[in-house]
């Protein structure tokens, strides 16, 4: 199985070498999406994991016997508002409408509502102004 | 006869904090209640504003000499090579200009994440450049390598010199063919899928003076925020294209160089800008006033977006082949309308310059200009107009 998790864990733990036992104990392949792990800090980190079931579970025990905490993976595209130019590129990219044009100002506005995370806009933004952002980090 | 102004009377104006201005969008209402002459009479100056990419940007730099002395014979500036065939520690940054390491469109579409606009952008930002120079060594200039880091603060003069501005009009860009391509005219999905355009249209500076009569070299405008200059026309300056009956080109027609000390400028206005599968580029925010020196220039300013036409060029064929082809001709209103009708199908819309900011800009200039900070030049030398015979010519292949 494979599943996109986010992990937090307490700056106790940072320093631990928490991904080695899971690939060398547990046998899952780790593919780091985002992380953010500083000394002495909390750390975050956005990961895909695979394996067998069983192991899956095992890992993720291990996890949380650390004092990690393992959430699913939830994504989200937001807009810097102030970086953004309102040059109305990613509005005809957006198959949903979520980015579009007030007229007749001609500002682009964002509906979060709408939003089906497909990125279109992420790489098409001419002065990446959009981001993904994982559980809202 | 109806009213005549001069520049000398005009910077009176402005002096004597008596002049009125109002935006190249403002003046449009006001023509359409009051009529030409009533306006003409009272307005003495109409601002206009523009914020796009603009590829050909560029900033010349003199780095001063360390000790000892280097002739710099290349120079990278945060990765990005800067072309040193000028003097010993003087290089031009190119907009368009990529990191060596860049992997460029070999993983296509490629990102274009950073580049000489984005070096412009943090210099302005106040950040800190890695700067990289290496030189073969002479008797005057015997270093060879230098690697340090600096700011703007730091450069003796950064004048941003731009070959290429304020395109007179330009293309509405869509694509026929099935799959997606990847553009300087932003990502067109395939069938018709969208179109893109890329002009300030009724706010834009040459569509508001369509004949040059004012804006030529040595008129003042604003320039990334700051005060900069026309310089000379621009490249691919093409002024003999066919025009409407108001005088507004048909097509992309005249351009601008423009100078202006960078430093001086905002990074609000000169934006580091990527085009996905394309390249690297900088946004460029550029206003330009124009004084109603007749009723004749008060007519050009009321221009509107459903006066203003561009052509309809398919960038999958028609567009790199050179073909010249066109799909139609839609006016800006449509384009500003959100769908274009073309083939019987209706597709979506959308502008990669920034009408909001060019209004900002217009407005922005205005205030200058009203709180005296800005007075007016004339041209010392008129731009290459529609008479002129210029022809823009391909690149001939023997």
């Not at chain 1, 993976?73 to 007030?102: F, M, N």
């Not at chain 1, 500002?107 to 509502?113: L, T």
């Amino acid at each position: 199985m494979t599943k996109r998790i986010v992990l937090r864990f307490p700056s106790q733990i940072v320093d631990k070498p928490l991904l080695y036992h899971l690939v060398k104990d547990f046998g899952l392949m780790v593919n780091v999406l985002k992380a953010n792990v500083n000394p002495r800090k909390e750390g975050f980190m956005v990961m895909e994991l695979s394996g067998e079931t069983s192991s899956y579970d095992q890992g993720i025990d291990f996890l949380k016997k650390q004092g990690v905490t393992v959430e699913k993976l939830a994504e989200d595209i937001v807009r810097d508002v102030d970086r953004c130019t309102h040059c109305g590129h990613c509005t005809s990219l957006c198959p949903v409408g979520a980015l579009y044009i007030i007229r007749p100002s001609m500002e682009v506005a964002f509906d979060e509502e709408k939003c089906i995370v497909c990125g279109l806009c992420l790489k098409a933004c001419p002065v990446k102004a959009i981001e993904l952002n994982f559980n809202g980090r | 006869m109806g009213i005549k102004r001069t520049y000398d009377e005009i910077n009176e104006k402005i002096k004597a904090g008596k002049v009125v201005v109002v935006t190249a969008e403002e003046v449009i209402s006001m023509v359409e209640e009051q009529g030409v002459q009533k306006v003409a009479e009272e307005v003495d100056v109409v601002t206009t504003g523009t914020f796009g990419p603009m590829c050909s940007s560029g900033a010349f730099f003199n780095f001063g000499h360390p000790k000892p002395r280097i002739k710099m014979q290349k120079v990278w500036m945060n990765g990005v090579p800067a072309y040193t065939g000028i003097a010993a520690v003087d290089a031009y940054l190119g907009v368009n200009e990529l990191p060596e390491y860049d992997p460029l469109n070999s993983n296509h579409p490629g990102e274009f994440r950073y580049g000489g606009g984005h070096v412009i952008e943090d210099l302005l930002l106040g950040k800190k450049i890695k700067f990289e120079a290496i030189g073969y060594g002479t008797d005057c200039y015997p270093r060879k390598k230098i690697e340090t880091y600096i700011t703007l603060d730091d450069i003796n003069e950064a004048t941003l010199f731009n070959p290429r501005n304020a395109y007179q009009n330009y293309n509405c860009a869509v694509n026929l063919s099935d799959r997606t391509i990847y553009t300087y005219m932003g990502v067109l999905k395939p069938n018709l899928g969208n179109a893109h355009y890329c002009s300030a249209g009724q706010l834009s500076p040459l569509l508001n003076d369509p004949y040059y009569r004012t804006i030529g070299i040595g008129t003042r405008i604003f320039l990334g925020g700051g005060i900069g200059y026309v310089a000379w026309h621009g490249t691919q300056h093409n002024p003999c294209v066919p025009r409407g009956e108001n005088g507004v080109p048909l097509g992309g027609a005249g351009t601008i160089a423009v100078i202006g000390d960078l430093k001086q400028m905002d990074a609000r206005w000169l934006r580091g800008t990527s085009f996905l599968g394309y390249g690297s580029t900088l946004t460029v925010g550029l206003g330009i006033p124009i004084p109603i020196l007749d009723e004749d220039m008060l007519r050009f300013t009321a221009v509107k977006d459903e006066d203003i036409f561009c052509p309809i060029v398919d960038y999958s064929e028609a567009y790199p082949q050179g073909t010249g082809e066109i799909l139609g001709r839609v006016s800006y209103a449509q384009l500003k309308s959100g769908k274009i009708e073309i083939n019987g199908k209706e597709v979506p819309t959308a502008p990669l310059s920034s009408y909001p900011k060019a209004r900002e800009i217009a407005n922005i200039l205005k205030d200058w200009i009203k709180q005296g900070k800005f007075t007016l030049t004339e041209p010392v030398q008129s731009l290459p107009g529609a008479d002129s015979g210029i022809q823009s010519k391909p690149l001939k292949e023997v």
